[in-house]
């Protein structure tokens, strides 16, 4: 009786495990037939260049065929893009690992803003300037061209930008007869009244759990208090401004009440959730929420605005700089090609294209009055002037490790973990010994 | 002497596949972890035990130090008790109990990362289910206090099947015959448990302890996901630690350091269990 049911039950099993062993299979298959792309076939002859880059926004079509359009202008060339897991710091570490064992797997790359100092001190991309006929650069924004040049040498060419922004709602501003706020005093002023009446409303909604974006929210603020991070490349972290701005951020939220505490775990998109359910009046967020907000579905359709960032008085605002560059692998066998595909993609063309399909923000200043993205997507028109102001951070090869110091100092401060002044001075002495370091 | 040279042909390919895929990655790590190496800067040189010493220095180490054994302990403590519990619930035979298995093994099935998020959502201040069912505002994840043991409780709910199962087969082995000459016996419900389930359950509680101990030394995808470990570096753990030093400032040297005390700890750890597991198995 008893060993039958051993029997039974190692039948049982050895079916299972049958069954499981089978499915597998058919997955692998499966995935081996959607993995082997057709590009594989493509062109006999002539050299085919790898191009790595973070997800495409939305539908890929378009920007395939921009690449096909290259093709056909460049005959010879293949293009094989290659997606990157969505992750910036993913990327990032796949970059570090590939480039520190001189791959040549890839030959242009796409590079988050705050790379491009750190990979070029490291030797991993190639000098780009030429790519840029004489005076070319004039027809960027100063500030991704300020993050891409070390030496007065471009490492890398901005692809697209991005910046801070200030959202409102049109609808509850006009209710209460107020206009957008100029410094963070009058948007204190103007979420207090209007919260006090509407119920269930935030004042203030801003990114501040420990990570990257957090780093941003902070120096927006430093920024327009007159501080900063470096200056002459000697750290400035603990200065009187620097500790003001980040009094006030903690104040948003236990003195005034007009930012909600759970602001401290918020990345981008729960902020961008509770801005688009209707439940709040200030949001700080990149141009991309724009568009969802304009969506059909959309709760805050037709009742958001957007504005520069509000200041401290007597400063002007600095909206943090974001965005992406194409950069060449310095160990690329096919710099040349490399280059021709850069010059494509950040060509006037091409990146208005990009806007009117994908929605990335140009690069080059020109687009701003271009009739036809304007006519398509009036609100591109109103960024020009807060692109113009994008400041990048401390564009330095030691980057990553200030921010791994700024990212929990900064977290504890709007936390309340420590005082603005404890977080900072606790910085500033490790920036001290990060950058007084003999190499 | 002839079977004994034969045995020692044959684990050969064993040994050396093994030596390939773990033994050079680990010693490879130790000598990364004597060196400064930087490859920003192109720096690259042997510093002996700098990277050891600077470690009994540095703050966020023994921070984040902290907060691991914190985790491994609670969790793990946890993850024991109820698994227990439920463990012994399941062995008695009741209607639906097939069904109840099943809901219990569902958390162990989610990959770790969706049920990272899942929480991420659940623990939500202001749409969150958690404070909705409590009626309350509670800042789980911003708040220094709550954070790790958000992460905790998370683990628990997350890897207590896995405790289940094999206390279940542990249950499942005890002959049923010592049962019933205890109860003949006049035992007690109280005074089985402690002297026949207890006891006899001993060398798979170790086996739990060492798998669980091991992985919560390790934390990292939960816990990164959950918080990135903020606020504050207030549930930064050494794995996320090490990551972050490997892979966002790029210092292969310190971050090896950092990676090979994680080794050392659950290394010496599991030597302990093994003596302990042996020590059980030749009572």
């Known amino acids: 009786m008893r060993s039958d049911k051993i029997e039974k039950s190692r039948t049982v099993l050895g079916k299972t495990i049958a069954v499981l062993a089978l499915l597998t299979m058919i997955l692998a298959f499966l995935c081996g037939l959607g993995c082997t792309s057709d590009r594989e076939q493509h062109g006999a002859s002539g050299t085919t260049i790898v191009f790595k880059h973070g997800k495409i926004a939305g539908n890929p079509k378009p920007f395939r065929d921009l690449l096909d359009r290259f093709e056909r202008e460049n005959p010879g060339i293949t293009v094989k893009d290659e997606t990157l897991p969505a992750s910036t710091d993913e990327q990032h570490q796949f970059y570090a690992i590939n480039l520190d064992s001189k791959s040549n797997d890839f030959d242009v790359l796409s590079l988050d803003v705050i790379w491009v100092p750190e990979f070029a001190r490291a030797g991993w991309l190639r000098d780009v300037t030429r790519v840029l006929a004489e005076g070319e650069q004039n027809a960027f924004f100063p500030g991704p061209v300020q993050a891409v040049t070390q030496d007065g040498r471009l490492f890398a060419v901005p692809w697209y930008i991005d910046a801070g922004l200030l959202y409102y709602r049109t609808d509850l501003l006009k209710k209460y007869n107020r206009s957008a706020p100029k410094t963070w005093q009058e948007l204190v002023k103007t979420a207090q009244e209007i919260t006090e009446k509407e119920p269930n409303l935030y004042g203030f909604i801003w990114q501040g759990k420990q990570y990257e974006g957090l780093v941003c929210n902070v120096l927006e603020f430093i920024w327009s208090d007159g501080g900063g991070v470096l200056e002459n490349s000697r750290p400035v972290i603990d200065s009187p401004p620097n500790i003001e701005a980040l009094q006030f951020m903690r104040d948003l939220i236990v003195k005034w009440h007009i930012t909600p505490s759970l602001v401290l775990t918020a990345i981008e998109e729960p902020t961008r959730h509770i801005f688009g359910s209707g439940r709040a009046l200030f949001m700080r967020n990149w141009p991309y929420a724009w568009s969802v907000f304009r969506s059909e579905d959309s709760a805050v359709r037709g009742k958001v605005g957007v504005a520069e960032l509000p200041s401290f008085p007597g400063h002007v605002s600095a909206p943090a700089l974001g965005g992406w560059q194409l950069g060449v692998n310095r160990f690329s066998l096919h710099p040349e090609e490399a280059e021709k595909l850069i010059r494509f993609l950040t060509s006037l063309s091409v990146q208005k294209t990009l806007a009117l399909t994908v929605g990335y923000k140009p690069t080059r200043k020109a687009l701003y009055k271009d009739p036809d993205l304007l006519r398509e997507q009036p609100f591109v028109g109103s960024l020009y002037s807060i692109f113009m102001r994008a400041r990048p951070r401390p564009v330095t090869p030691y980057y990553m490790m200030i921010t791994q110091v700024l990212q929990p100092e900064f977290s504890a401060a709007v936390a309340g973990i420590k005082t603005p002044e404890a977080a900072l001075g606790s910085a500033q002495r490790q920036v001290e010994q990060i950058l007084g370091e003999k190499l | ?283």
């Open chain 2, 1 to 283: 002497m002839m079977e004994r040279e034969n045995g020692n042909r044959f684990v050969m390919p064993a040994v050396v596949l093994l030596s390939l895929v773990t033994i050079y990655p680990i010693l490879s790590v130790l000598y990364l972890s004597l060196q400064r190496r930087l490859p920003i800067f192109d720096v690259s040189k042997f510093t002996g035990l700098d990277n050891y010493r600077f470690l009994l220095t540095d703050d966020r180490f023994w921070n984040a130090l902290r907060n691991t054994v914190y985790f491994a302990a609670t969790s793990v403590t946890l993850e024991l008790l109820f698994g227990l519990v439920i463990a012994l619930l399941l062995n008695r035979s009741f209607r639906l109990k097939g069904v109840v298995t099943a809901l219990v093994l569902i958390p162990w099935a989610v990959p770790t990362v969706v049920s990272a998020r899942m929480w991420e959502w659940m623990y939500n201040t202001d749409f969150g289910i958690l404070n909705y069912l409590l009626g309350m505002k509670i800042n789980w994840l911003g708040s220094p206090f709550w954070a790790l043991n958000a992460a905790v409780f998370m683990d628990v709910w997350k890897t207590m099947p896995f405790v289940v199962i094999l206390l279940l087969a542990g249950l499942k082995m005890i002959p049923r015959q010592i049962y019933q000459a205890a109860r003949i016996d006049g035992a007690g419900a109280w005074s089985i448990f402690m002297k026949i389930t207890l006891p006899l359950l001993m060398p798979v509680i170790l086996v739990v302890l060492i798998f669980r101990t091991l992985d919560a030394l390790r934390i990292f995808d939960a816990v990164y996901v959950l918080t990135g470990g903020g606020p504050a570096n207030t549930t930064e753990t050494l794995s996320i630690y090490a990551y972050k030093v490997l892979f966002q400032t790029l210092q292969f040297g310190y971050g090896s350091t950092l990676s090979v005390v994680v080794f050392l700890c659950t290394g010496s750890l599991s030597v302990l269990y093994m003596r302990l597991l042996r020590a059980e198995g030749s009572r």
